[in-house]
């Protein structure tokens, strides 16, 4: 199953977590706080439509060949497989992109 999985990876950034932003109003339960002020949040319910998908780390945000921000879902899978190379298979997260070089030289 996990051989059918999209990789996002950032082309600014390098990061591989990819963020749905809507135009709309985010609502979240706040299950619990702690006296250090950590918050953690229930599941994030969004009443609008959605307006970008972007780089978690850095906000780039992923368009089409028109310059039009892709927020079609499908237009995402096809994004990624367009700009995001997919490893093959299971691959060693020491093995990424950052870390090729000094395993080569190794
Ligand atoms: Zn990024």
Redesign the pocket.
């Known amino acids: 199953m996990e051989d059918n999985e999209l990789k996002f990876t950032?082309p600014?950034?390098?990061?591989t977590r990819l963020e749905c932003c809507e135009d709309g109003h985010y609502a979240s339960e706040v299950t619990n706080i702690d006296k250090d002020g950590d918050f953690d949040y229930g599941e994030i319910k969004a009443s609008g439509t959605v307006d970008r998908f972007q780089?978690l780390?850095?906000?780039?945000v992923l368009k089409d060949e028109n310059e039009e921000n892709i927020i079609d879902e499908e237009e995402v899978v096809e994004w990624l497989k367009e700009n995001c190379k997919q490893p093959e298979g299971h691959i060693d997260s020491r093995y990424t992109d950052d870390n090729a070089d000094q395993f080569e030289n190794e």
């Open positions: 950032c600014d950034c390098k990061d780089c780390n850095c906000g780039y």
